[in-house]
């Protein structure tokens, strides 16, 4: 049987014993693209492979123009904390990778085009 993201209570290997991987979007992604090659190993008799969850870190938007995060990987030892309109940027640029995924390349440039023309023409505050 498989089973992959918030039903899976998958242990975090390397981690101490009894450390779960968190319930967080990166870890159903990462739990999806092992299983879809599992699943390709098992339908070719080829044994199966362990999970192992890399965490990149997390971004949390606090608003339009804000956002903080902490960053994991390569680009430091331990966490690279950011936040402000570069850790909203990079939260935009997630959330557009995501859109990708879904939509396809060309509708998303196209709504995110209209989504500049739109900005600049509507106000700001709406009063009712």
Partial sequence: ?????DCA????????AGTLIPPRAQ???????????QLRQRLDGKPLADF????????VSLGENWAVGGLMGNL?????????????FMYNMLYKKH?????????????????FIRRSTTPRIKLH
């Fill in 76 to 88: 430091a030892k331990g966490t690279l904390f950011v936040e402000g309109y570069i850790a909203r």
């Fill in 27 to 37: 870890a159903a992604h990462q739990q999806a693209v092992h299983l879809a090659k």
């Fill in 52 to 59: 192992h969850y890399h965490d990149f870190g997390s971004l």
């Fill in 9 to 16: 209570a998958a242990p975090w290997l390397g981690e101490p």
């Fill in 1 to 5: 049987m498989f089973v992959f993201g």
């Fill in 99 to 115: 859109q990708v995924g879904l939509h396809g390349f060309w509708k998303v440039a196209l709504n995110s085009v209209s989504g």
